[in-house]
Every structure is written in structure tokens, then in C-alpha cells.
């Protein structure tokens, strides 16, 4: 059952960091979803620790945790477009 929360959030969390990344129109939803857990997995075992909290891959579904995955994901899509384009939009 963790494993399918993790899924649906991730994805939901992707969909909102390609909207506000502007990128939506470029990825499909499993490139959200993969987007979503990268940036989750990454900002839980970065900055999850510095702030204090469960990740939101302990399966502890917070707003915090969700804040700080989403600022992972964002950021993940920052250095995946700096890589591609050149610039970061």
C-alpha cells in the first residue's frame, strides 16, 4: 500500500512541479510521476534531514514532507532543463 501512495503522490507532486516549471506540455504523466519520486527521494535524503521530519518516503505523508518534496522535484526539473536547453526557464 506504501508503494501506491508514494506512486500517486509523486505523481501529483510532479504534475505541480511541471506546472510551475512550465514544462507540462513537454512530459507525459509517467514522466511526472518519475519526476515526482526523483525529487522526492532526493530532497528526503537532502533536506530532510538539515530541517528535521520524516521523508515522504517513510511513508509519513505531511506538509512538510510534501513541501520539501515538492522543492525537489522543481529543482530536478531546473538542472534536467539547464541540461537540455542551455538555460534554466
Known sequence: MGIII?????GL??????MIM?????QGVILNVVVGII?????GF???PL???API???VISIPSVLVSLVGAI???AIVNLFRRGSVR
Open 13 to 18: 507532486i510532479g504534475w505541480v512541479a511541471s
Open 57 to 59: 518516503t517513510s511513508g
Open 75 to 77: 529543482l530536478l526539473l
Open 39 to 43: 525529487g522526492a527521494l532526493l530532497a
Open 22 to 26: 512550465r514544462t507540462d506540455a513537454q
Open 51 to 53: 530541517i528535521g521530519g
Open 6 to 10: 508514494l506512486l500517486v503522490v509523486g
Open 46 to 48: 537532502v533536506v530532510t
